[in-house]
């Protein structure tokens, strides 16, 4: 069964410091990878989209990186804010067919909270 | 932020009554999806739309209906709402359904069924 898992469940670190989250996937084939951050109470919000042949893509003070050899996604977040703290999920997207995105696999998320 | 509403944002509701939500877009966007997000779990596809009165069932559609008659709006329908649909309901819309389309989601509907 194709599956997307994530660690860890959950992080605590100080405002201003880096941290790492991972996600091991064993979709195969796949088509592209994701990374959505959830503010508590809204709904996910797109920060990442990288395709098989991507290692890696930034946005702002957030990368992600891909490795489809090992199946492994991270993403590092730099000089963490107080506004980081939220769930952060990674989907991973089988070759589409059908014509829709109706076969995203979701991970259950890392928590990760920020503290001052 | 996309220009997704759902409604209503909380609805407490006794099981075995009928409960509707509705997703709005001013986006003109083509695809629509309903998740759910429970405890534990990643969000999961209930139903799907790729146009005007075009729909496919998802990973949990049972005990689930949509419908689509305008590009604008997609209805989520519980026909008779159960303790197990307790959750939190998420709207999302896509453009296109390449690989670098994302998608977009609403600020989901809280629901309780007692």
């Known amino acids: 069964k194709n599956q997307v898992e994530q660690s860890p469940q959950s992080l605590i670190i100080l405002e201003g410091k880096n941290c790492t989250l991972q996600c091991n996937y064993t979709v195969s084939p796949f088509s592209n990878l994701r990374w959505y951050k959830q503010d508590t109470g809204r709904g996910p919000v797109s920060l990442t989209i990288m395709t098989f042949s991507e290692n890696t893509k930034s946005n702002g003070r957030y990368t992600a990186t891909l490795d489809a050899d090992t199946k492994q996604s991270s993403l590092h977040i730099t000089a963490s804010q107080l506004s980081d703290s939220a769930s952060y999920i990674c989907?991973?997207?089988?070759?589409?067919?059908?014509?829709?995105?109706?076969?995203?696999?979701f991970g259950k998320g890392t928590k990760l909270s920020v503290k001052p | 932020d996309a220009g997704i509403t759902q409604s209503p944002r909380h609805k407490v509701t006794e099981t075995g009554t009928p409960v509707t939500l509705r997703c709005h877009q001013t986006e003109n966007h083509r695809y629509m999806y309903w998740y759910r997000q429970d405890p534990g779990h990643g969000l999961r596809l209930i139903h799907y739309?790729?146009?005007?009165?075009?729909?496919d069932k998802g990973e949990v559609s049972d005990g689930y209906s949509v419908s689509r008659s305008k590009t604008e709006d997609f209805l989520l329908t519980l026909e008779s709402a159960t303790s197990s649909q307790t959750s939190v309901y998420f709207c999302?819309?896509?453009?296109?359904?390449?690989?670098?389309?994302?998608?977009?989601f609403g600020n989901g509907t809280r629901l309780t069924v007692t």
């Open positions: 739309s790729y146009g005007v009165k075009d729909t």
């Open positions: 989907v991973v997207s089988p070759p589409n067919y059908g014509g829709s995105q109706g076969n995203l696999i």
């Open positions: 999302a819309i896509s453009e296109s359904v390449t690989a670098n389309s994302p998608l977009h």
